[in-house]
């Protein structure tokens, strides 16, 4: 889905940080369109590891629709790229549903569509600082604190 | 087995990405807990606990307790980062 040039500044300005913190915890990041011609700017790959479980590599795809305004749509891919169907890319965590393919937690699209109560007040997405890194970091707390294997 | 304090102030920091704010930083003595540095930088910060979810810091990636020591994280380091992590609701 195509993304307005204010947003793909934004996610540009910000996509620095979050790759510097996913290199310190096993991480990286690739944005769709520096694969190949035609890729999607809107679209990131980010590899996850779990903490002390290092043989085990899961990839999100993050499609942002208005940075910092709206919460990007989170999936499991077993590859960069690989389709977004496959229960076993998924991991085992609090609100992560492998079933449903989504997150149920005020954190992504996903989760405020299932819950659109999570908009308001303190659930509300974030727009200050540097919402990407929020919640790169949420998730990768989720793997090193919560994490109990990979989904069949 | 009794901590050694290897030095005798340690700086501590600790980020929150989506504040308006930059780190909380200050220099603690070894015996100070994780649940001052987190009460601390809660107020810096200027977040609360509510129903829907708590406040809590991550060292290393692991979520830390409020009794643990900054001097037993620091080890021989004269500094500890941690992230203020936001432990929201599931559905």
Redesign the interface.
Known sequence: MPIDDESFLNLESDEG?VAASLAE?RGELTRDDHISDGGDRAVYWITFTP?GVTSQKYIARYEWFAYPYEPPSIKFAPAVRGSLVVSSAWPMM??Y?PTSFDI????CRE?FT??PEWRQ???AW?T????F??VV??M??HF??DYQGRSA | MPETARHDRIEVRVS?????KGPYQADVTPDTTVGVVLADAMRHFEVQN?S??TYVL?FD???RGDATTIGSLAGDSEEVRF?L??K????
């Open positions: 940080a915890h903490k609090n609100g549903r149920c937690r005020p954190m989760g299932t819950h007040g303190s659930t974030p200050e600082g540097n919402p890194l929020w970091e949420i990768q707390f090193d604190n | 929150f990405p989506i504040s308006k509510d829907q979810f991550a990636g692991l979520e992230t992590v936001k929201i609701t599931q559905g």
